[in-house]
């Protein structure tokens, strides 16, 4: 085994193949000796600035080329990058950064923190030389909202390293092309290009998804492989002329973070083939995983595969282990003689069983094979175009509107997003409702777009009883 820091294999793979192609956004390419050059000058720059061993960067900024120089600097002083999403309003994203307590904010400004903005250029006169070699204790620091309407971070047990000797995992191959079509500030898109890239893969990156870009990028480049979200195969697999490209490149279409419908899925198969198409369950927290090709899921229709990470088990409220066909919790456990945790929580409390295994609130079962099957993703969580959106966020902003009394937010089934966001509004007495708009314009101040509600309804009766509680799957099946 032949293990070396992240910044060290950027520094590796320059000199092996210095004019190689590295990334390419936006008509834009560099080199490998071009982004380890770059990374390496940011890298002093940041380290003026305090950045060190074990800090958190925040980085806000959209998906770039300078998004990966700027991750790539951070490795290399031995901190942990942590993405969130350029878009975000002031107030959550400073809720993050307080959280994270970060040393340096990237793309975004942030009260009583030192920021840099987007485009920022280090000082000429810092050197672009390889640093002194250091490793993160901590690969990265993605976001996800808990279910308490507040942010937490889940930061990667594993340290910032690379194997060299190691078979290539999640499907890749080394020296390829992968075409990132999704935002860097979501686990996967982050995870998946950055390990490629460490591959020698060529990463063509589109700033923001579209599908016939999709489709062009993967035929212009030749690409190899590429993670989707349901959503995303949905919109590309509805485009008019979508077998006008050349997509006889693709060796791996690979699709996670939410359900995917089987018609979809079944027309994904008819068009590319059982061989290329492959499916992963898994969290961010990385504890355990499945994985399903196409060719599997013909004989197993619905299934996210069987357990190739860790251990995973199906209980009732009890902690009775269930049979094939029961449908109960997912409990996970991670791979056994692991050195330490997948992941820890900062914000948040894991859900730990008393003999150890965790779980993300999912249900589901399995089949006498050991195939398993999603019955539901936690009874509140809406998936929405890949991303998670937790409903007490969403309503604790809704019900700062003066009008608003109470509200109750749900995901109603959609084609396109696998859900939409919902929002059945409570409102004051004699209060003039707002126009859709409005409370639209309202929420954009305080939530990121994707969270706001893509329809309302107003009603006068009261949403929750006297404990607080709500019947919110009736709601949700009243209107489904």
């Known amino acids: 085994m032949a293990v070396v820091s992240i910044g060290r294999r950027l520094t590796d793979l320059a000199a092996a193949d210095p004019d190689r192609p590295a990334v390419t956004c936006d008509e834009r390419t560099v080199t490998r000796s071009e982004l380890e050059r770059r990374a390496n000058r940011l890298a002093r720059a940041y380290a003026e600035l305090g950045v060190g061993p074990g800090e958190l960067v925040t980085i806000a900024l959209p998906n770039s080329i300078e998004f990966y120089e700027a991750a790539w600097a951070i490795w290399k002083l031995g901190a942990t990058p942590q993405p969130v999403s350029w878009r975000l309003p002031d107030r959550e994203r400073q809720a993050i950064v307080e959280l994270a ?15 840099l903005p987007a485009g920022w250029e280090p000082p000429a006169s810092l050197s672009d030389e390889p640093l002194r070699d250091v490793v993160s204790p901590c690969l990265k ?6 279910s308490t309407g507040r942010p937490k971070l889940i930061l990667s047990g594993d340290a910032g390293v690379f194997d060299t000797e190691a078979r290539p995992g ?4 080394r020296e390829r092309t992968q075409v990132v079509a999704g935002p860097l500030y979501h686990n996967a898109p982050f995870l998946y290009s950055t390990s490629g890239l460490l591959l020698g893969n060529h990463l063509v990156v589109e700033r923001r998804f579209d599908a016939g870009n999709t489709l062009r990028l993967i035929e212009r480049w030749a690409c190899d492989w590429i993670f989707l979200v349901p959503t995303m195969m949905s919109r590309i697999w509805r485009l008019p002329d979508r077998l006008a490209y050349d997509v006889s ?8 973070a939410a359900p995917c419908p089987p018609w979809l899925k079944q027309h994904w198969i008819d068009w590319l083939g059982p061989d290329r198409i492959w499916e992963l369950y898994a969290g961010t927290e990385a ?12 004989d197993h229709r619905g299934s996210v595969g069987r357990v190739v990470s860790g251990a995973m088990r199906v209980r009732d409220r009890s902690g009775a282990d269930l ?32 003999d150890g295994w965790e779980s993300l609130g999912d249900l589901g079962w399995m089949d006498a094979d050991g195939y398993l099957y999603l019955s539901d993703r936690r009874d509140d969580l809406i998936l929405a175009g890949g991303a998670n959106i937790y409903p007490a966020e969403v309503e604790a902003a809704l019900e700062e509107h003066p009008a ?10 959609d084609d396109d997003l696998g859900q939409r966001v919902h929002a059945v509004v409570c409102l004051e007495p004699g209060a003039t409702a707002p126009t859709e708009d409005e409370l639209r ?9 994707y969270k706001v509600p893509r329809s309302f309804e107003f009603v006068s009766e009261l949403l929750r009883d006297d404990a607080g509680k709500v019947r919110r799957g009736a709601l949700r099946d009243e209107r489904s």
């Not at 608003?404 to 089934?413: A, E, K, Q, R, T």
């Open 170 to 173: 999640r499907l890749m191959e």
């Open 404 to 413: 608003v009394s109470g509200s109750v937010v749900i995901g109603l089934p």
């Open 323 to 354: 049979g094939p066909g029961q449908v109960g919790e997912i409990w996970m456990r991670p791979p056994e003689g692991r050195d330490g945790p997948t992941y820890r929580y900062r914000g948040a409390e894991a859900r730990r069983s008393v």
């Open 249 to 256: 490149s693709l060796r791996v279409v690979l699709h996670l």
């Open 101 to 115: 307590d970060s040393r340096l904010v990237l793309g975004a400004t942030a009260p009583g923190r030192i920021s």
């Open 141 to 146: 620091a993605p976001t996800s909202g808990g």
């Open 441 to 449: 314009r309202f929420l954009g101040e305080r939530l990121v777009r």
């Open 287 to 298: 504890q355990a995983s499945t994985l399903i090709s196409g060719r599997e899921w013909l």
